[in-house]
Nanobody, 115 residues
Framework: QVQLVESGGGLVQAGGSLRLSCAAS????????MAWYRQAPGKQREFVAR???????DYADSVKGRFTISRDNAKNTVYLQMNSLKPEDTAVYYC?????????WGQGTQVTVSS
């Protein structure tokens, strides 16, 4: 059974930090790309950050300099370190993984930033 299990979400004050984790299991291959997306109430899901081949990273302009994506290949886990959080970062954060033609999603974890 393919699973992407996110954790680490919660409620934090503006300026605070959170670290999200996403543990992948169930595939016979390693994902080429692992990423984070988010969806705020009433808005479309949007790209946040990705790591390709375990090293190349890419970020949405809105989070550059504040968020850092990383991957532990041995644990098949991707992380999102979120610093200097803003109320507009409030959303459900989803893990996304791609490889060998497969696209998998996690169930999402809520991040709420209070002002």
């Amino acid at each position: 059974q393919v699973q992407l299990v996110e954790s680490g979400g919660g409620l934090v004050q503006a300026g605070g930090s959170l670290r999200l984790s996403c543990a992948a299991s169930g595939r016979s291959f390693s994902y080429n790309t692992m990423a984070w997306y988010r969806q705020a109430p009433g808005k479309q899901r949007e790209f946040v950050a990705r790591v390709v081949s375990g090293r190349n990273t890419d970020y949405a302009d809105s989070v550059k300099g504040r968020f850092t994506i990383s991957r532990d290949n041995a644990k098949n886990t991707v992380y999102l370190q979120m610093n200097s959080l803003k109320p507009e970062d409030t959303a459900v954060y989803y893990c996304n993984a791609r490889g060998a033609g497969a696209v998998d999603w996690g169930q999402g974890t809520q991040v709420t930033v209070s002002s």
